[in-house]
């Protein structure tokens, strides 16, 4: 994983061609908060002149994700992640530039330090809310995140 945004850019096209392709982009990313983005394209659209619900998926996952692979990585550790659940909502159609944003990421290091304590695989939930440019709510996904010490 990347230590800055356009390095994990490049490790997205490595690693997640298709997100790379629909124009999936991190941003931004902290301990805490990670902000992705996409623009409707016609790669990216279903046959309603929208941006096709799974490529809000793919950036709102991402907007989760980063954050796990970064805390991961910093604690140093062999520890296998994996979304085990989600669900959507979807307020809005999905055209222009979407912003997706979650502020989750205090939930990770809790645990991984659990994790690591007690050898036990941890679920946790986390939220990455889509806005198009006029700060609208397009849609809202939830990803419940598996964690567990490899080996």
Not at 37 to 66: C, D, I, Y
Request: aromatic share 12%; charged share 20%; net charge positive.
């Amino acid at each position: 994983m990347a230590e800055s945004t356009s390095k994990f850019n490049t490790f997205l096209f490595f690693k997640l061609p298709s997100a790379w392709w629909c124009g999936v982009r991190l941003r931004y990313i902290d301990d805490t908060k990670a902000v992705t983005t996409v623009t409707h394209r016609w790669v990216n659209q279903n046959p309603f002149k929208s941006m096709f619900w799974a490529v809000q998926g793919m950036a709102a996952e991402l907007s989760t994700g980063a954050m796990v692979i970064g805390q991961i990585q910093k604690s140093g550790r062999k520890i296998s992640m994996l979304v085990q659940n989600n669900n959507a909502h979807f307020s809005k159609k999905a055209t222009g530039k979407i912003t997706f944003t979650c502020e989750d990421g205090h939930l990770i290091a809790d645990a991984i330090q659990k994790t690591i304590e007690t050898g036990e695989g941890q679920k946790f939930w986390m939220r990455s809310v889509g806005v198009n440019t006029d700060g609208v709510v397009v849609s809202t996904f939830n990803f419940e995140w598996t964690i567990k010490l490899k080996g």
